[in-house]
């Protein structure tokens, strides 16, 4: 990971990115046609979709969740430089990547001091030709091949010791070939132990009933998840 400092405001590039400040500044972003969508999924804050070059990435900002979310919106206490989200989660991702997991790749983070605290954004590449697992859902039934698939590689996931601090079926995207899982903030590695391993897999199963008081016409059975615990067992052939 590289760094550049100008004032108050730090960059970050993960390896073998030349980062450019401009990628932080949406009105620049915006006058120069960079901007070519946005996410709006279920009402949150949305992440700009970018086309850098000849790249596609994903600017996202970091908002507080919950309650405190409501009070203050995207203001955090300085910890120090590398104790930040962005910092701790454009390291995660490069290891991850290392690791040859299905990752969206890091490309750069914006850090920036104001008072006592910070606030902040990151760039990933964009993964193209994917939808989230909410999106696949509305547009018909998984089979059971593919929830083999998705139980396997959290699997692969988990035996890597990779804890994801939300893992909902939002954060899952997947096209015709893989799946794959995004948003890492607050994620670490872990020594493997089956008592977060199982919460972690307790709260996407909670996401997907979740979601289908939410969404009408949710393709999804709340028996399929025993499709996904056999390929997490590695019972799928």
Aim: proline share 3%; aromatic share 10%.
């Amino acid at each position: 990971m590289q760094q550049q400092a100008q004032g108050k405001v730090t960059l970050l590039s993960a390896d073998g990115v030349q980062a450019d400040w401009r990628w932080f500044d949406r009105d620049w972003l915006m006058q120069n046609h960079h901007v070519v969508g946005h996410s709006s999924a279920s009402g949150r804050n949305p992440a700009w979709f970018l086309k850098l070059d000849e790249r596609r990435a994903v600017l996202r900002h970091y908002y507080r969740g919950g309650l405190p979310g409501k009070v203050i919106k995207d203001w955090y206490l300085w910890p120090g430089l590398e104790a930040t989200r962005p910092f701790k989660e454009l390291a995660l991702l490069e290891q991850l990547v290392r690791l040859g997991l299905p990752v969206s790749k890091p490309l750069a983070a914006r850090v920036e001091r104001s008072g006592l605290g910070y606030r902040a954004d990151l760039i990933t590449e964009q993964l193209c030709g994917c939808q989230d697992l909410v999106g696949a859902l509305t547009q018909g039934e998984l089979p059971k091949s593919r929830w083999f698939e998705l139980g396997a590689l959290l699997r692969r996931f988990h035996d890597a010791g990779v804890y994801h601090a939300d893992l909902n079926a939002r954060n899952i995207l997947l096209d015709e070939n893989q799946f794959f899982l995004i948003d890492f903030d607050r994620g670490e590695l872990r020594q493997s132990e089956a008592s977060w391993q199982q919460a972690n897999l307790e709260r996407l199963k909670r996401s997907l009933h979740k979601e289908m008081g939410r969404v009408d016409g949710l393709h999804w059975k709340p028996e399929q998840w025993q499709h996904l615990m056999e390929g997490y067992q590695g019972k799928a052939g």
